[in-house]
């Protein structure tokens, strides 16, 4: 074994070990990065300069070229309220004597912002008067949160960009519009990576690993003579 041979063998399997301890890493995206990491590190193929990086990746996965752009749509860093809002449907007004909430068929629906993480949270109530009345202060509530509602922190998403240096956003833009025909997708400004995120009251933070580096020419993901392993910024708290 040569020593690009061990050197490329001691690198995947660092790779695969801090891949397998993220527990909350989609399959898709494992997959991905998990092959990204073999056709640089471990292919056979890797030095044969007729393979660019992405080509012989969807060529590993045996996935067409939508099939890889939806992998990378998957992962696009954005906040999903119903990844976390677990408000229960009917109306949400208590009932006292039942020790439980009303649950008819709501007449209004809103949402009341958290000003801290920007995180939606869905209310509901019925005509009855009594559930009405309950609903009013919640409503002003709600209203004047709407006026100081932050940016919200994403909560998926971000995961490539702690693994491979490369351009992302552009990438992701690209997988949006292919993809998901939402051509309106901007980056959030606390960064693509999830290691860059805030952290949230109860929600454990993505840790933050060496990233290999990917080169993009033409589009395509091409591979370098050999990756290079670089730090990422340190996790914001």
Known sequence: MSADDRDGLLRYDQLASRVYSERRMPSGTRDLILALGWVT??????????????ARTRDVLNADNRRMWQLVADDVPRYDPDLHDTSPRGCQAPMVRAQRLC??????????FDPVTGWARHWGFCARPRCREYSRPIEERARHSLTQRPEPIPNTGGLLPLFFSW????????????????????????????DEWPAVAGNEPVKAFPKLRLIASEGEIVKPPAPTLVRPRSVMT
Request: net charge positive; glycine share 4%; hydrophobic share 30%.
């Open 41 to 54: 590190l471990r292919d056979p193929r890797r030095h044969d300069p007729t393979f660019s990086t992405w």
């Open 103 to 112: 649950g008819r068929s709501t007449l209004i629906d809103f949402c009341e």
């Open 167 to 194: 351009n992302w956003e552009a990438k992701y833009r690209k997988a949006m519009e292919l993809v998901r025909y939402n051509s309106s997708w901007d980056p959030p400004s606390y960064g693509l990576s999830a």
